[in-house]
């Protein structure tokens, strides 16, 4: 894993000074990640770069992931798409479900640290220790809560009201809420191997080894498979532009241990492509991720044309990488693309379709949109950035002044 | 003449943000009257300020947010120009400022009541915000205005921010902490004057650097007895 001092020559000198005078003056504390997976999914990943980090920076920090079996994952994705807006909400059995794992959780995890920072509704009830310890508890929401099922919201709202601070990715998903709520976007971290610069064999190497020529452009989605992720939109959109551009598209998901219904997903993908052989269906494992950088490199238009989305970190991938994007305008997205400056928002498949035609037709408007946007996200959406937040929002916890002297 | 030491020197400091949602949002004018009337300082502060430091390089055309939403997303024009209009440096405390504004809706609304049932397209509601500034102190220091120039030069903008805007209406302070350091322990009397009398919120960041570093230098180089 990278240092620190690494990350210098990319956001500058005082951005490095400041990360390390906001970790001294956390000096002492500890600090307690918990979610529910440790590969596969934004969390898992950004954690895997971050605790390093607090390590170097002297921050006594740990990662704990609770367990649970396919049921409570069931139910806990039941609240994933609840949280987006789905109409279906918590019988009874899935409540008793969710509150069983979680006891069972609660007798695993000791949360013992100064700061215990949960990530997600998965592991949210663990709150329940807070009252026998005293200390600091964070909740993280990463999923869009701007419209969420009323009873899914109050399910949960009664553990968040128990935190100290809440953290959301955008500013359309506060809830009036009693207690702080921090905005935070999530990050990418430009040294990992997703996201490094590659050498033009490497990324030869990825496209040989998945059958991919070279020899007309690439539109690339990469998310997992999940419906509000919109892969068979995706597939739709490639074909409208295909009638008078000729292209092909990859469709590259990964999978993650508490999303049990990306095979679902994943068979309608198939359906929908039909044996085409200009679309790509790649079926790639959590940690490939020199495959994606290749991937997302060899492309001319990056694609998210996701229905919901926590934040869209796929977006700042392409964008860092200078690549211009289509994406929907929806969660964190507009937060990350300023429509044909940094990218391009869509509302609908004609609109996807239009803005990927576009750019493949007027690659230096392209290339100026893809100039733009690895600006932005150098200024925004770096794991830096995030890590300053993150030391701060622990630093809040110990004062709510407006103004605070270090 | 040579230059003045100053017994007690300026400390450059600077300042990091934590963003916090307050749940509350506008839809309407109306709404976003009663939010501004009911909200804390620091909302008003953040909304009338953030942007200076998102556009270090560039003066921003629409001077706050609430001009900017009532333009961009309500489509009410002649009241987002009223708003962009409020000349931010007249007022010495975020509530002077938060009255001003909402005395400029309170007769708009009066003055064309059909704005009133404005909306704007789903999704882009006002959502109120407000920051939590931590303050530190940076290497730099000086005790003379060469010394004062040399530092201004090597500090970030969001040290110069923090000193010129933040200092100022957060802590309520008579002037700018620039100009208070110059005339307090360097006697400078006029050069502080005429740093005061910039109005910051018409210069980009890096504009305001160069203007400020300007008037310091030439008055160093009248004290040391060098050609302008």
């Given amino acids: ?406 | 003449m040579a230059e003045k030491r100053a017994d007690n020197p300026f400390y450059f400091q600077s300042r990091l943000v934590l963003n916090e949602l307050t749940g509350l949002r506008a839809s309407t004018i109306p709404e976003l009257l009663d939010h501004i009337k009911g909200v804390p300082g620091s909302v008003i502060y953040r909304h009338t300020h953030h942007f200076l430091e998102q556009h270090q390089r560039v003066v921003p055309t629409v001077p706050n947010d609430f001009a900017y939403w009532v333009i961009e997303e309500l489509g009410e024009k002649r009241l987002g120009e009223k708003l962009a209009a409020i000349n931010t440096i007249d007022f010495n405390s975020i509530r002077e400022l938060r009255d001003k504004i909402a005395q400029v809706i309170e007769d708009y609304l009066r003055a064309y009541p059909q704005a009133a049932s404005r909306t704007p397209p789903p999704g882009l509601e006002f959502h109120f915000m407000k920051s939590q500034s931590f303050i530190f102190q940076t290497q730099h220091a000086a005790y003379t205005l060469e010394e004062f120039c040399d530092c201004l030069m090597k500090v970030t903008l969001t040290s110069v921010y923090y000193h010129v805007f933040e200092s100022r209406l957060r802590f309520e302070r008579p002037a700018n902490d620039f100009s208070r350091w110059l005339a307090g322990e360097l006697g400078e009397k006029e050069l502080a004057g005429a740093i005061a009398r910039l109005n910051p919120y018409d210069h980009s960041l890096e504009g305001l650097r160069e203007k400020i570093i300007t008037l310091v230098h030439k008055r160093s180089l009248q004290l040391i007895g060098r050609p302008q």
């Fill in chain 1, 1 to 406: 894993m990278p240092g620190l001092s690494e990350y210098e020559p990319i956001v500058g000198r005082y951005v490095i000074e400041e990360l390390r005078m906001l970790a001294s003056k956390l000096s002492g504390r500890t600090v307690q990640m918990v979610n529910s997976t440790a590969v596969g999914g934004g969390v898992a990943e950004i954690l895997n770069r971050m605790m390093p980090l607090l390590l170097e920076m002297g921050i006594d920090a740990r990662w704990d992931v609770i367990k649970g079996g396919d049921k409570f994952f069931w139910v806990t994705k039941t609240i994933h798409n609840a949280l987006h807006g789905a109409a279906e909400g918590l019988s009874q059995d899935m409540i008793d479900e969710f509150m069983q794992t979680s006891e069972a959780n609660n007798r695993a995890i000791d949360c013992n640290a100064d700061i215990v920072f949960i990530h997600d509704p998965q592991p949210i009830a663990l709150v329940q220790q807070k009252e026998s310890r005293g200390n600091k508890w964070i909740w993280r929401c990463h999923v869009d809560v701007s419209n969420p099922n009323p009873q899914v919201w109050e399910f949960l709202r009664r553990f968040i009201v128990k935190y100290d601070a809440s953290v959301f990715s955008a500013p359309q998903f506060s809830q009036v809420l009693p207690i702080r709520q921090a905005l935070i976007s999530p990050s990418i971290d430009p040294l990992a191997d997703k996201n490094r610069e590659l050498t033009r064999n490497e990324i030869e190497e990825v496209l040989h080894r998945f059958g991919i020529k070279r020899d007309k452009p690439i539109i690339t989605q990469v998310s997992r498979f999940d419906f509000l992720k919109d892969p068979v939109g995706v597939i739709e959109a490639f074909r409208m532009v295909r009638k008078s551009v000729d292209c092909q598209l990859i469709l590259a998901g990964g999978t993650a241990s508490d999303d049990p219904e990306s095979e679902i997903v994943l068979n309608e993908v198939m359906k929908s492509a039909d044996g085409d052989e200009d679309i790509h269906v790649l079926l790639i494992p959590p940690g490939s991720n020199v495959e994606i950088n290749a991937l997302q490199r060899a492309s001319s238009v990056v694609v998210q044309k996701s229905i919901k989305e926590g934040f869209g970190l796929t977006v700042s991938e392409a964008l860092w990488k200078g690549k211009p994007v289509v994406a929907s305008a929806v969660g964190g997205i507009p937060l990350q693309i300023k429509h044909r400056f940094s990218g391009m928002l869509c509302h609908s498949v004609e609109g996807a379709s239009n803005s990927i035609k576009y750019l493949l037709n007027n690659p230096d408007f392209a290339k100026q949109l893809g100039d733009n946007g690895r600006e932005q996200v150098r200024s925004h959406h770096l794991l830096t950035r995030h890590l300053t937040e993150y030391l701060l929002l622990f630093l809040s916890l110990y004062s709510d002044a407006d103004v605070v002297n270090l």
